[in-house]
């Protein structure tokens, strides 16, 4: 078979037991976990394209209310990311010792973390639902909805953050295939709640056949009812298959009392806590970014959002190598093998780059075509595609970023990289953005992008090729 989970099984187990691997079965290994996460992140993305066309078809004035709240949400999803990676890295590192107990010890710890700090969130971001989109610079006509839509969000806050820590744990594992699948689930039973919610009641002619489609008609409220639910169903399914099905982390397996481990915690924090910061303050940027787009109006808006989108089409397979790498790294730390650590970490950055330059090539000439699905409005296809085909230069870079990171929280090296992501945010995008919007508009800000995740790439491929992301190992 060309995906098999026995074969993937038996290479990860070379990992652990210190065999010789060859370039070969390195590759091999690297295709075997990297293939089954980017089809998931892909179909993802071409879900979330029919979802965002969906919305697009109400207007420019319901895609604006959307946008302006989406960098929010990122935000506190980053934040519930931090937290389950806090842990899951733990796990991995445990697995490629070969220590199961402590690994399923880490996982009731993490399961109880993530369970608190997710009603923390929700709380918050409930708090700051009503205000947010006049903070954010938006206008009156699309502050209600996107309202709205947060506060939805917000209530679904724990379910998202199980769902996130459920993956995680299985990816590190080096399942791939369940997180994937649910994946895709998710993005189906979304498409298809909008699908319901955000349309009324019509009739649809197939074949000469006129068929009755029940609707609520919510518009953008319904969007956010939809999404909600679909990750509730997935939420329930992905933590039962990992904490409870999985044969190395069922939380069944371990029947003494349960004891919260000082060092377990401690280790969650020294890994998570450089990310959540990272994340807090990289969404802040993006919500930064947003308040800079949101004067340039509504078109502008709705542009910036679709092409963000698009674009994700181009990156998603950049994060699904950086999940194997993740994986591979975590287990090789465990193991303590440092030459399959270097080894993974240059032939996975690499072949992200090679892929993410691929995509972008493809989205230069297909820009317009990639807008045009989301919005019947030419004046955002235009704006969109034109700022599709200034990225599209960055994405080799955006891949070294993306991939590289991705090494190094294997590592449990968080603090430099967050460092790196952070500084080039805030001193490079985001100042570039505020003076190219004043006289090239969305375009300019794109430009800032372009610019900002070149110079990124650049100083990641240096931490990599440097090495000390391996100092808790060498």
């Known amino acids: 078979m060309l995906l098999s989970k026995a074969k993937s099984e038996a290479l990860l187990l070379k990992i652990?037991?210190?065999?010789?691997?060859?370039?070969?079965?390195?590759?091999?290994?690297?295709?075997?976990?990297?293939?089954?996460?980017?089809?998931?992140?892909?179909?993802?993305?071409?879900?979330?394209f029919i979802?965002?066309?969906?919305?697009?078809?109400?207007?420019?004035?319901?895609?604006?209310?959307?946008?302006?709240?989406?960098?929010?949400?990122?935000?506190?999803?980053?934040?519930?990311?931090?937290?389950?990676?806090?842990?899951?890295?733990?796990?991995?590192?445990?697995?490629?010792?070969?220590?199961?107990?402590?690994?399923?010890?880490?996982?009731?710890?993490?399961?109880?973390?993530?369970?608190?700090?997710?009603?923390?969130?929700?709380?918050?971001a409930a708090i700051v639902s009503q205000p947010l989109?006049?903070?954010?610079?938006?206008?009156?006509?699309?502050?209600?909805?996107?309202?709205?839509?947060?506060?939805?969000?917000?209530?679904?806050?724990?379910?998202?953050?199980?769902?996130?820590?459920?993956?995680?744990?299985?990816?590190?594992?080096?399942?791939?295939?369940?997180?994937?699948?649910?994946?895709?689930?998710?993005?189906?039973?979304?498409?298809?709640?909008?699908?319901?919610?955000?349309?009324?009641s019509r009739s649809i002619s197939l074949f000469g056949i006129d068929i009755f489609i029940p609707g609520a008609g919510l518009g953008v409220t319904g969007a956010a009812i939809g999404t909600g639910l679909a990750y509730v169903v997935v939420s329930l399914t992905q933590s039962w298959m990992a904490f409870f099905r999985s044969k190395i982390l069922s939380v069944r397996i371990n029947r003494e009392r349960f004891v919260f481990v000082g060092s377990y915690l401690k280790n969650a924090f020294n890994i998570?806590?450089?990310?959540?910061?990272?994340?807090?303050?990289?969404?802040?940027?993006?919500?930064?970014?947003?308040?800079i787009v949101a004067p340039l109006g509504n078109f502008a808006i709705a542009a910036n959002t679709f092409a963000i989108t698009?674009?994700?089409?181009?990156?998603?397979?950049?994060?699904?190598?950086?999940d194997a790498a993740t994986t591979l790294i975590g287990q090789s730390m465990g193991a303590g093998r440092s030459d399959l650590c270097r080894s993974f970490a240059r032939m996975t950055v690499w072949s992200g780059m090679i892929i993410m330059a691929v995509m972008g090539v493809i989205m230069y000439f297909f820009a317009h075509d990639m807008m045009a699905i989301m919005t019947p409005v030419s004046e955002i296809q235009q704006l969109?595609?034109?700022?599709?085909?200034?990225?599209?230069?960055?994405?080799?870079?955006?891949?070294?970023?993306?991939?590289?990171?991705?090494?190094?929280?294997?590592?449990?090296?968080?603090?430099?990289?967050?460092?790196?992501?952070?500084?080039?945010?805030w001193f490079v995008r985001l100042t570039l953005a505020y003076l190219l919007a004043k006289d090239y508009?969305?375009?300019?800000?794109?430009?800032?992008?372009?610019?900002?995740?070149?110079?990124?790439?650049?100083?990641?491929l240096i931490r990599l090729y440097r090495g000390k992301w391996m100092k808790k190992i060498v």
Request: proline share 4%; hydrophobic share 55%; with cysteine.
């Open 133 to 200: 989109p006049y903070w954010l610079r938006g206008g009156a006509d699309i502050a209600p909805d996107a309202s709205r839509y947060f506060l939805i969000f917000a209530m679904a806050a724990p379910f998202f953050q199980m769902n996130n820590l459920a993956s995680s744990m299985l990816k590190c594992e080096g399942n791939m295939r369940i997180p994937s699948l649910l994946s895709v689930v998710v993005c189906v039973l979304d498409v298809v709640f909008n699908f319901l919610l955000i349309f009324p």
């Open 441 to 460: 508009g969305l375009p300019g800000v794109w430009t800032a992008m372009a610019i900002e995740l070149t110079f990124r790439g650049t100083l990641f």
């Open 310 to 322: 698009a674009e994700s089409l181009c990156y998603m397979p950049g994060y699904g190598i950086g």
């Open 16 to 48: 652990r037991n210190g065999d010789i691997m060859s370039s070969n079965d390195k590759l091999n290994l690297i295709f075997q976990l990297s293939l089954p996460s980017i089809l998931a992140q892909v179909t993802n993305v071409m879900m979330f």
């Open 384 to 425: 969109g595609a034109q700022s599709l085909r200034i990225e599209a230069f960055a994405e080799p870079m955006y891949a070294a970023s993306i991939v590289t990171y991705s090494v190094c929280v294997g590592a449990g090296d968080t603090l430099r990289p967050a460092l790196i992501n952070l500084s080039s945010m």
């Open 272 to 291: 998570g806590a450089p990310m959540a910061l990272q994340m807090f303050l990289m969404s802040s940027a993006q919500v930064i970014s947003t308040a």
């Open 51 to 124: 979802d965002q066309a969906m919305v697009g078809r109400l207007g420019a004035q319901a895609a604006a209310s959307i946008g302006l709240v989406e960098s929010t949400t990122w935000l506190f999803g980053g934040i519930a990311g931090a937290v389950s990676m806090g842990f899951s890295v733990q796990v991995a590192h445990f697995i490629g010792a070969n220590d199961f107990e402590k690994a399923r010890q880490v996982v009731r710890h993490g399961i109880i973390t993530a369970f608190c700090m997710s009603l923390l969130i929700m709380l918050i």
